[in-house]
Each structure stands twice: as structure tokens, then as C-alpha cells.
Nanobody, 118 residues
Framework: VQLQASGGGLVEPGGSLRLSCAAS????????MAWYRQAPGKERKLVAG????????RYADSVEGRFTISRDSAKNTLYLQMSSLEPEDTAVYYC????????????WGQGTQVTVSS
């Protein structure tokens, strides 16, 4: 499975960005796709996730109500719509695909930088 993230950039506080993650390869066993982020000097943390089967979504408390995760199955693409961005959202954002069968494995994209600053 290969993941290609895009859409990051510089945005002012209060602005919006949409991240995309194009998936390719053997994606039929992917159970969950998610976005993580890592700020300088901090651990990588889950931002939002969505299940492949039901589309169930989960968000970190810090982004609930401001970010929306979605997927386009026809395009094998994951999205993260980010609104009301805050300087604290500045981080490298990574796309993740979690496989459960036939064995557990996490696939990662290369990361895309999001900087929120005036």
C-alpha cells in the first residue's frame, strides 16, 4: 500500500485547508484510514480516523467540530477538511492506513506540512 499526501501549506488563523491522501496498491484489507499530526518536539497523535466498512469517524477532542474526515472510495482517496485553523494546528500531517488481516500493519504517507500563522 502506498499513500501520497498533499494539500498542506501556510494559512492564517481562522482559515481553511483540505488535505488529500491518495492510496494505491493492495488496499482491500485496509480497515481504518486516519490522519495523524506531529508538531516539533512532540509525539505523533491521532487527529481523525474513518473505518472502511461503515464510515464510522472519530476525532481528537482538539479538532472536534472544526475538522472533517471523509473518503472517496471510487478514487481511493482520503480527505481532511480543516476549518477555523489555529496556530496550535501547526504540524506535519501524516496519512495512515491500518491493515488488520491477514496481519496487522500500519502504512504511512510521507507527511505534509501545515503552518497556521499570521
Amino acid at each position: 500500500v502506498q499513500l501520497q499526501a498533499s494539500g498542506g501549506g501556510l494559512v492564517e488563523p481562522g482559515g481553511s485547508l483540505r488535505l488529500s491522501c491518495a492510496a494505491s496498491g493492495s488496499i482491500s484489507n485496509i480497515a481504518v484510514m486516519a490522519w495523524y499530526r506531529q508538531a516539533p518536539g512532540k509525539e505523533r497523535k491521532l487527529v481523525a480516523g474513518i473505518t472502511s466498512s461503515s464510515g464510522y469517524t472519530r476525532y481528537a477532542d482538539s479538532v472536534e467540530g472544526r475538522f472533517t474526515i471523509s473518503r472517496d472510495s471510487a478514487k481511493n482517496t482520503l480527505y481532511l477538511q480543516m476549518s477555523s485553523l489555529e496556530p496550535e494546528d501547526t504540524a506535519v500531517y501524516y496519512c495512515n492506513a491500518a491493515q488488520m488481516v491477514p496481519f496487522e500493519h500500519d502504512y504511512w504517507g510521507q507527511g505534509t506540512q501545515v503552518t497556521v500563522s499570521s
